[in-house]
Protein backbone atom coordinates (compact mmCIF):
# COMPACT_ATOMS: atom_id res chain seq x y z
CA UNK A 1 0.00 0.00 0.00
CA UNK A 2 1.52 3.39 -0.97
CA UNK A 3 1.65 6.03 1.86
CA UNK A 4 1.17 9.89 0.95
CA UNK A 5 2.61 12.61 3.31
CA UNK A 6 1.16 16.06 2.01
CA UNK A 7 3.15 19.22 3.19
CA UNK A 8 3.51 22.77 2.09
CA UNK A 9 0.76 24.33 3.48
CA UNK A 10 0.83 27.26 6.19
CA UNK A 11 -0.41 31.00 6.24
CA UNK A 12 0.11 33.06 3.35
CA UNK A 13 -1.63 36.39 2.84
CA UNK A 14 -4.00 36.95 -0.56
CA UNK A 15 -2.26 36.86 -3.72
CA UNK A 16 0.28 35.29 -1.91
CA UNK A 17 1.88 31.48 -3.16
CA UNK A 18 2.38 28.20 -1.44
CA UNK A 19 3.32 24.90 -2.97
CA UNK A 20 2.11 21.71 -1.84
CA UNK A 21 4.07 18.06 -1.96
CA UNK A 22 2.71 14.87 -1.72
CA UNK A 23 5.58 12.94 -0.99
CA UNK A 24 4.93 8.66 -1.72
CA UNK A 25 6.62 5.98 -0.11
CA UNK A 26 6.10 2.16 -0.19
CA UNK A 27 5.54 2.03 -3.75
CA UNK A 28 5.94 4.59 -6.86
CA UNK A 29 3.49 7.35 -7.75
CA UNK A 30 3.79 6.31 -11.39
CA UNK A 31 1.50 3.81 -10.72
CA UNK A 32 -1.15 6.34 -10.48
CA UNK A 33 -2.90 9.33 -10.93
CA UNK A 34 -2.71 11.69 -8.50
CA UNK A 35 -5.31 14.02 -7.53
CA UNK A 36 -5.49 17.30 -5.21
CA UNK A 37 -8.84 17.47 -3.20
CA UNK A 38 -9.66 19.73 -0.27
CA UNK A 39 -12.17 19.33 2.05
CA UNK A 40 -13.43 21.26 5.33
CA UNK A 41 -14.46 20.83 8.56
CA UNK A 42 -18.07 19.28 7.92
CA UNK A 43 -18.26 20.11 3.94
CA UNK A 44 -17.68 17.71 1.43
CA UNK A 45 -14.71 17.01 -0.73
CA UNK A 46 -13.94 19.40 -3.98
CA UNK A 47 -11.65 18.23 -6.62
CA UNK A 48 -8.86 20.79 -7.33
CA UNK A 49 -6.67 18.96 -9.65
CA UNK A 50 -5.43 15.88 -11.07
CA UNK A 51 -2.44 13.94 -12.70
CA UNK A 52 -2.82 11.14 -15.24
CA UNK A 53 -0.47 8.43 -14.67
CA UNK A 54 -1.11 7.32 -18.69
CA UNK A 55 -0.75 10.49 -20.55
CA UNK A 56 0.14 13.10 -17.67
CA UNK A 57 -2.85 15.06 -18.52
CA UNK A 58 -3.64 17.92 -16.25
CA UNK A 59 -6.78 18.46 -15.19
CA UNK A 60 -7.96 21.73 -13.03
CA UNK A 61 -11.11 22.89 -11.33
CA UNK A 62 -13.11 25.95 -12.09
CA UNK A 63 -11.84 27.59 -9.38
CA UNK A 64 -8.36 27.10 -9.24
CA UNK A 65 -7.42 27.17 -13.06
CA UNK A 66 -5.22 29.49 -14.11
CA UNK A 67 -3.81 29.67 -10.83
CA UNK A 68 -2.85 26.31 -9.70
CA UNK A 69 -0.53 24.07 -11.69
CA UNK A 70 0.22 20.33 -10.85
CA UNK A 71 3.06 18.17 -11.59
CA UNK A 72 5.04 15.18 -11.03
CA UNK A 73 9.10 14.64 -10.59
CA UNK A 74 9.36 11.09 -10.88
CA UNK A 75 12.93 11.32 -9.44
CA UNK A 76 11.43 12.03 -5.99
CA UNK A 77 8.49 10.33 -6.39
CA UNK A 78 6.79 13.69 -5.43
CA UNK A 79 3.63 15.37 -7.23
CA UNK A 80 3.27 19.27 -6.40
CA UNK A 81 0.27 21.75 -6.71
CA UNK A 82 1.80 25.15 -7.02
CA UNK A 83 -1.10 27.27 -6.10
CA UNK A 84 -0.52 31.41 -6.80
CA UNK A 85 -2.88 33.79 -6.72
CA UNK A 86 -4.20 32.72 -3.29
CA UNK A 87 -7.73 34.10 -2.28
CA UNK A 88 -9.22 33.64 1.19
CA UNK A 89 -11.73 31.10 0.08
CA UNK A 90 -8.79 29.06 -0.57
CA UNK A 91 -8.39 28.34 2.75
CA UNK A 92 -8.87 24.55 3.27
CA UNK A 93 -6.79 21.24 4.33
CA UNK A 94 -5.50 19.98 1.25
CA UNK A 95 -5.17 16.34 0.43
CA UNK A 96 -3.45 14.48 -2.35
CA UNK A 97 -4.75 10.77 -3.10
CA UNK A 98 -4.12 8.00 -5.55
CA UNK A 99 -6.86 7.46 -7.95
CA UNK A 100 -6.81 4.66 -10.90
CA UNK A 101 -7.66 7.69 -13.41
CA UNK A 102 -8.58 11.55 -13.24
CA UNK A 103 -11.96 10.25 -13.38
CA UNK A 104 -11.45 7.74 -11.17
CA UNK A 105 -12.19 7.84 -6.65
CA UNK A 106 -9.78 8.91 -4.55
CA UNK A 107 -8.15 5.48 -2.94
CA UNK A 108 -5.48 6.67 -0.32
CA UNK A 109 -4.47 9.70 0.72
CA UNK A 110 -2.82 11.18 3.56
CA UNK A 111 -3.17 13.27 6.31
CA UNK A 112 -3.52 16.54 4.36
CA UNK A 113 -2.10 20.14 5.17
CA UNK A 114 -3.53 23.06 6.09
CA UNK A 115 -3.95 26.38 3.65
CA UNK A 116 -4.70 29.29 5.29
CA UNK A 117 -5.24 32.36 3.23
CA UNK A 118 -5.60 35.75 5.83
CA UNK A 119 -4.59 38.99 5.94
Known amino acids: QVQLVESGGGLVQPGGSLRLSCAAS????????IGWFRQAPGKEREGVSC????????YYADFVKGRFTISRDHAKNTVYLQMNSLKPEDTNVYYC????????????WGQGTQVTVSS
Open 97 to 108: ATRKTCLAPYEH
Open 26 to 33: GSTLDYYS
Open 51 to 58: ISSSDGRT
